[in-house]
Protein backbone atom coordinates (compact mmCIF):
# COMPACT_ATOMS: atom_id res chain seq x y z
CA UNK A 1 0.00 0.00 0.00
CA UNK A 2 2.87 2.38 0.97
CA UNK A 3 4.70 1.90 -2.80
CA UNK A 4 1.45 2.12 -4.64
CA UNK A 5 0.95 5.34 -2.58
CA UNK A 6 4.27 6.89 -3.92
CA UNK A 7 3.46 5.67 -7.39
CA UNK A 8 0.63 7.50 -7.53
CA UNK A 9 1.97 10.72 -6.25
CA UNK A 10 5.34 10.16 -8.68
CA UNK A 11 3.16 9.64 -11.71
CA UNK A 12 1.59 13.05 -11.81
CA UNK A 13 5.11 14.53 -11.97
CA UNK A 14 7.17 14.38 -15.51
CA UNK A 15 10.61 13.22 -14.41
CA UNK A 16 13.00 9.84 -14.63
CA UNK A 17 14.18 8.36 -12.58
CA UNK A 18 17.87 7.03 -13.02
CA UNK A 19 19.62 4.36 -11.16
CA UNK A 20 23.65 4.44 -11.11
CA UNK A 21 25.38 1.46 -9.69
CA UNK A 22 27.70 1.95 -7.30
CA UNK A 23 30.77 3.47 -7.73
CA UNK A 24 29.60 5.52 -10.66
CA UNK A 25 26.85 7.31 -8.91
CA UNK A 26 30.01 9.87 -7.59
CA UNK A 27 27.67 12.88 -6.29
CA UNK A 28 28.68 13.73 -2.82
CA UNK A 29 26.00 13.73 -0.13
CA UNK A 30 26.70 14.71 3.50
CA UNK A 31 26.44 11.06 4.24
CA UNK A 32 28.78 9.37 2.26
CA UNK A 33 31.54 12.38 2.62
CA UNK A 34 34.18 11.16 4.74
CA UNK A 35 35.52 13.59 7.70
CA UNK A 36 38.74 12.37 7.57
CA UNK A 37 41.04 15.52 8.81
CA UNK A 38 44.79 15.14 8.57
CA UNK A 39 47.43 15.95 10.92
CA UNK A 40 49.22 18.48 8.32
CA UNK A 41 45.91 19.86 7.95
CA UNK A 42 45.79 21.07 11.42
CA UNK A 43 49.62 21.93 11.34
CA UNK A 44 48.80 24.40 8.77
CA UNK A 45 45.96 26.51 9.89
CA UNK A 46 47.60 26.34 13.73
CA UNK A 47 47.49 29.82 14.09
CA UNK A 48 44.01 30.77 12.89
CA UNK A 49 43.44 28.01 15.56
CA UNK A 50 44.95 29.87 18.24
CA UNK A 51 43.83 32.79 17.67
CA UNK A 52 39.84 31.61 17.54
CA UNK A 53 40.44 30.34 20.60
CA UNK A 54 42.33 33.80 21.86
CA UNK A 55 38.99 35.44 20.90
CA UNK A 56 36.83 33.04 23.00
CA UNK A 57 38.94 33.58 25.58
CA UNK A 58 40.57 30.08 25.94
CA UNK A 59 44.14 30.27 27.54
CA UNK A 60 46.42 28.38 25.04
CA UNK A 61 50.33 27.27 25.95
CA UNK A 62 52.25 25.62 22.70
CA UNK A 63 54.88 23.86 23.09
CA UNK A 64 57.65 22.86 21.28
CA UNK A 65 57.83 19.66 21.37
CA UNK A 66 55.82 16.88 18.73
CA UNK A 67 52.98 15.52 21.13
CA UNK A 68 50.31 18.12 22.10
CA UNK A 69 47.71 16.90 25.20
CA UNK A 70 45.17 18.94 25.86
CA UNK A 71 42.20 20.09 28.08
CA UNK A 72 39.28 21.85 27.55
CA UNK A 73 36.68 22.61 30.04
CA UNK A 74 33.51 24.82 29.49
CA UNK A 75 31.69 26.37 32.20
CA UNK A 76 28.62 27.92 31.96
CA UNK A 77 28.99 31.47 33.50
CA UNK A 78 25.55 32.67 33.15
CA UNK A 79 23.90 31.03 35.89
CA UNK A 80 26.83 32.78 37.53
CA UNK A 81 25.89 36.25 36.12
CA UNK A 82 22.59 36.11 36.82
CA UNK A 83 22.89 35.40 40.50
CA UNK A 84 25.25 38.38 40.90
CA UNK A 85 23.24 40.53 38.97
CA UNK A 86 20.50 39.39 40.94
CA UNK A 87 21.15 40.82 44.32
CA UNK A 88 21.98 44.28 42.61
CA UNK A 89 18.13 44.32 41.60
CA UNK A 90 15.98 46.12 43.52
CA UNK A 91 12.71 43.80 42.93
CA UNK A 92 13.97 40.96 42.62
CA UNK A 93 15.82 41.54 46.33
CA UNK A 94 12.48 42.46 47.73
CA UNK A 95 10.94 39.41 46.04
CA UNK A 96 13.65 37.37 47.56
CA UNK A 97 12.50 38.82 51.05
CA UNK A 98 9.36 37.83 50.77
CA UNK A 99 9.61 34.38 49.80
CA UNK A 100 12.22 34.29 53.15
CA UNK A 101 9.05 35.40 54.64
CA UNK A 102 6.90 32.88 52.59
CA UNK A 103 4.21 34.93 51.43
CA UNK A 104 5.18 34.46 47.24
CA UNK A 105 4.52 31.17 46.45
CA UNK A 106 5.51 31.64 43.08
CA UNK A 107 8.76 32.26 43.37
CA UNK A 108 11.43 30.06 45.05
CA UNK A 109 14.68 30.41 46.23
CA UNK A 110 16.71 27.84 45.52
CA UNK A 111 19.54 25.74 47.34
CA UNK A 112 22.33 27.91 45.56
CA UNK A 113 20.74 31.50 46.47
CA UNK A 114 19.59 32.16 42.77
CA UNK A 115 15.45 33.30 42.78
CA UNK A 116 13.49 31.27 40.25
CA UNK A 117 9.69 31.48 39.25
CA UNK A 118 8.72 27.62 39.44
CA UNK A 119 12.03 26.13 37.51
CA UNK A 120 12.63 28.94 35.64
CA UNK A 121 15.45 31.47 36.22
CA UNK A 122 14.69 35.16 37.29
CA UNK A 123 16.39 37.11 35.00
CA UNK A 124 17.50 40.56 36.64
CA UNK A 125 16.64 44.42 35.16
CA UNK A 126 20.31 44.43 33.16
CA UNK A 127 20.14 45.59 29.30
CA UNK A 128 23.08 43.80 28.44
CA UNK A 129 21.92 40.39 30.32
CA UNK A 130 18.85 39.98 28.32
CA UNK A 131 19.77 41.64 25.22
CA UNK A 132 22.41 38.57 25.15
CA UNK A 133 19.84 36.16 25.84
CA UNK A 134 17.47 37.54 23.44
CA UNK A 135 19.94 37.65 20.57
CA UNK A 136 21.38 34.09 21.86
CA UNK A 137 18.03 32.78 21.24
CA UNK A 138 17.05 34.30 17.85
CA UNK A 139 20.17 34.81 15.76
CA UNK A 140 22.50 31.78 16.96
CA UNK A 141 22.86 29.25 14.42
CA UNK A 142 20.79 26.65 16.92
CA UNK A 143 17.44 29.25 16.94
CA UNK A 144 18.01 30.76 13.18
CA UNK A 145 15.87 33.35 13.55
CA UNK A 146 12.14 32.53 15.09
CA UNK A 147 9.65 34.49 15.31
CA UNK A 148 8.10 36.16 18.51
CA UNK A 149 5.76 33.02 19.27
CA UNK A 150 8.35 30.65 19.30
CA UNK A 151 10.88 32.34 20.60
CA UNK A 152 8.89 32.93 23.75
CA UNK A 153 7.94 29.82 24.35
CA UNK A 154 11.53 28.32 23.90
CA UNK A 155 12.72 31.25 26.44
CA UNK A 156 9.55 30.55 29.00
CA UNK A 157 11.20 27.38 29.75
CA UNK A 158 14.21 28.53 31.19
CA UNK A 159 13.91 32.28 31.71
CA UNK A 160 11.14 34.88 33.28
CA UNK A 161 11.18 38.28 33.67
CA UNK A 162 8.45 40.88 33.84
CA UNK A 163 7.36 42.28 30.43
CA UNK A 164 8.95 39.21 29.03
CA UNK A 165 6.92 39.11 25.74
CA UNK A 166 6.83 42.58 25.24
CA UNK A 167 10.54 42.48 25.11
CA UNK A 168 10.65 39.65 23.08
CA UNK A 169 8.55 41.03 20.37
CA UNK A 170 10.26 44.46 20.23
CA UNK A 171 13.27 42.39 19.44
CA UNK A 172 11.86 40.65 16.60
CA UNK A 173 10.24 43.52 15.28
CA UNK A 174 13.64 45.48 14.75
CA UNK A 175 15.28 42.35 13.45
CA UNK A 176 17.10 43.50 9.94
CA UNK A 177 16.80 39.81 8.73
CA UNK A 178 13.56 39.08 10.00
CA UNK A 179 12.45 42.65 8.23
CA UNK A 180 14.06 41.24 4.58
CA UNK A 181 12.29 38.24 4.99
CA UNK A 182 8.67 37.84 5.27
CA UNK A 183 6.53 35.07 4.25
CA UNK A 184 3.12 36.17 2.85
CA UNK A 185 0.32 35.16 3.84
CA UNK A 186 -2.17 35.46 1.02
CA UNK A 187 -3.20 33.29 -1.60
CA UNK A 188 -1.26 32.89 -4.95
CA UNK A 189 -3.64 35.25 -7.82
CA UNK A 190 -2.89 32.50 -10.24
CA UNK A 191 -1.80 33.28 -14.22
CA UNK A 192 -2.46 37.02 -15.14
CA UNK A 193 -5.98 36.99 -17.26
CA UNK A 194 -5.16 39.70 -20.52
CA UNK A 195 -8.06 42.17 -20.98
CA UNK A 196 -9.75 42.24 -24.48
CA UNK A 197 -8.67 44.35 -27.19
CA UNK A 198 -11.04 47.25 -27.83
CA UNK A 199 -12.41 47.04 -30.85
Known amino acids: M ?7 LLKDYDCIIQYHLG ?16 LAAIRGC ?6 NLRSLQVHIRVLDS ?25 QLVQLMEKVKRGSKLDFVLSDDGILRFGTRLCVPNDGDLRRELLKEAHCSKFGIYPGGVK ?9 WWPGMKRDIARFVA ?4 CQHVKAKHQRLVGSLQPLSIPE
Not at 151 to 159: A, E, H, S
Not at 174 to 177: A, M, W
Request: hydrophobic share 40%; with cysteine; net charge positive.
Open 66 to 90: RALVANFRVQLDLVGRIKTLQKNDI
Open 46 to 51: QSQLLE
Open 151 to 159: MYRDLKQNY
Open 23 to 38: KTNVVADALSKKSIVS
Open 2 to 8: RQRRWIE
Open 174 to 177: QCLV
